[in-house]
């Protein structure tokens, strides 16, 4: 097998054994890039070859002297290009950010650094992470790697497609909406966004704060495992990140004792495709054999949750994208007769249309007279849905549901009709609303050869119990493969 | 509670958006599709709802009132589309 296609357990046990090198590693994903990049076009930018070969060489060397390596071993890993990087590009897929280069470094990156990893290049995104399908960059369409025609979703479809695509060991993406979870499950590999709080957001370019989460792609739940452990803590320079001590993740993946799944009726309703349904309750069955509890609950708020995030969202992302006014960084509009018409130049041709929609939306929602009837409401709408699931845990463990209606559409299906593609988010915005961990595990594949994700949702800061339940589910899955 | 042009423009000049024409017409179009949709959260009786906030219930985090180091004014003024010395350099705003 190339190692390019391993996962990051099955290289650290090579490179612990000396068996290959971290060079060598970085020399099979190059490979691949050089084969795969130009069609799936999950990169904006990948960093200079010389300079990684480098950074690779120099974890050879500590290993050779047998120095103490950090836990990602020199493992090639991506990230979404809304994370700051220090002398890094990092242009959210916006022309607003073509060519800023961050001062500093996201906390999640040097916990990176400092645990070894190798940050091999930025991904693509919808801009400023607002869409479902990688098709709103500003730059390039991401395709999805199992079939190029479609999308790999959004907005990390680039991150999702580079692991897809064997581009990397691993990925960072963020989750406002489902960002993480529904182009893992287009692109069949494991995505999870944690407890809002369990991972820090400083460095992350802020679209919906009180919705927005820093999270993992990889190819398997232990690798998840794995790259949480780094990333998971509490961060002074973010006050909306929580002070809980972090679990060894790793350490806890097998799971003690059986579990009562609860699968909530509303989510098995109209508009579910036939073949998403199937592989899901495909999932549900495995459980039940195994031995788990699996019962009915109810979520009776879920018919409100998506407009309910639209409005959160959209209102948070006028409020935080105010900030691009063509002064401090980023572009700025030339031939303007004074400020005003600067701000207004700027602003009107430095975002895409989908950016505009939710400023222009979020703007109108926040505007005098109507906060109370958007923004306060949605707020209220929110602990109405936290509430069905508090009542949902006094009878289950784990949520088991779609991640996404559909699998992977073609690319341009959804391009006109934005109402459409928010509906598509019914199954992945309620963990953003409520801040609970979900993850998207690989279930299954359509007819036409394109991945299923199935998601499970646990109580908040449960991380634990999330992913050993995903693990044993990964585990009866590929014995029925 | 349908919006209007002349409330799509408004809006976009609160919002500091130059918008063309074709922009402004999709936009009316879509935002009263988008807040007919929103619209449906006034099924719901929320009078005696308290707010979300942070989903935690985490609440004001302080910290002393410190020095700690940050960026210097090169590393700021770094991305600014225009500088002159250490300053940002706009566009006149006294006539």
């Known amino acids: 097998m190339k190692l390019s296609h391993m996962n990051a357990h099955e290289l650290k046990a090579l490179l612990a054994t000396k068996e290959v090198s971290c060079k060598e590693i970085m020399s099979s994903i190059f490979d691949e890039i050089d084969k795969r990049e130009y069609d799936v076009a999950a990169y904006i930018h990948i960093r200079d070859k010389k300079e990684l070969f480098t950074e690779a060489e120099k974890i050879d060397n500590r290993r050779l002297k047998a120095d103490n390596i950090g836990i990602l071993d020199g493992l090639p890993i991506s990230i979404k290009d809304n994370i700051c990087t220090k002398a890094i590009p990092t242009t959210c897929a916006s022309k607003m950010l073509e060519n800023f280069v961050p001062p500093y470094d996201a906390t999640i990156i040097k916990k990176i650094r400092q645990a070894d990893g190798i940050i091999i290049g930025k991904t693509n995104l919808d801009e400023f992470a607002m869409g479902s399908s990688t098709e709103h960059s500003a730059f390039k369409i991401t395709k999805n790697p199992h079939n190029t025609d479609y999308v790999p979703g959004g907005t990390s479809g680039g991150a999702c497609a580079s692991v897809a695509a064997n581009e990397c060991i691993m990925a960072i993406g963020s989750d406002t909406g489902g960002s993480i979870r529904q182009p893992a499950s287009f692109c069949g590999v494991t995505g999870l966004k944690p407890t809002y709080g369990r991972v820090s957001r400083f460095g992350l370019v802020a679209y919906g704060s009180s919705l927005d989460q820093i999270g993992t792609v990889t190819k398997n739940v232990k690798d998840t495992a794995l790259l949480l452990q780094v990333i998971a803590g509490v961060d002074s320079l973010d006050a909306t990140s929580v002070d809980e001590s972090v679990p060894n993740y790793c350490d806890l993946l097998s799971l003690n004792g059986k579990l009562t799944v609860g699968i909530p009726k509303e989510f098995f309703a109209e508009g579910l495709d036939h073949e998403v349904e199937n592989a899901v309750k495909n999932c549900i069955s495995l459980l039940e054999k195994d031995g788990h509890n699996v019962i009915e609950i109810s979520i009776p708020h879920t018919p409100y949750a998506v407009p309910a995030y639209y409005i959160t969202a959209c209102s948070e992302a006028s409020s935080n994208l105010a900030r691009y006014d063509g002064v401090k960084y980023g572009y700025r509009a030339t031939d303007t007769k004074n400020l005003m018409d600067m701000y207004l130049k700027t602003r009107g041709s430095g975002f895409g249309a989908e950016v505009k929609r939710r400023i222009m939306l979020g703007t109108y929602t926040l505007s005098a007279g109507y906060y109370d009837a958007f923004y306060l409401k949605a707020a209220k709408v929110r602990t109405l849905i936290a509430q069905d699931f508090a009542k949902a845990f006094e009878l289950c463990d784990i949520i088991i549901s779609p991640v996404a209606p559909t699998a992977a559409y073609k690319i341009g299906e959804k391009a006109d009709d934005p109402l459409a593609m928010y509906l598509g988010d019914i199954y992945s915005v309620i963990a953003n609303l409520t801040g609970l961990p979900a993850i998207s595990v690989p279930c299954g594949w359509t007819t036409s050869r394109l991945p299923i994700g199935v998601q499970l949702t646990t109580r908040a800061l449960n991380e634990p119990l999330l992913l050993s339940a995903a693990y044993r589910l990964e585990q009866l899955l590929a014995t029925v493969a | ?95």
């Open chain 2, 1 to 95: 509670m349908a919006i209007s042009e002349k409330e799509v423009n408004y809006i976009a000049q609160l919002a500091r958006l130059s918008l063309t024409d074709d922009e402004t017409h999709t936009y009316l179009k879509q935002l009263n599709d988008i807040l007919l949709y929103m619209a449906k959260l006034d099924e719901l009786d929320t009078s005696k709802v308290e707010p979300t906030c942070h989903v935690l219930g985490l609440e004001n985090v302080h910290r002393e009132d410190e020095e700690f180091p940050s960026l210097s004014k090169e590393e700021a003024l770094l991305n600014s589309p225009d500088k002159n010395d250490s300053f940002y350099k706009v566009p006149k705003i006294i006539e």
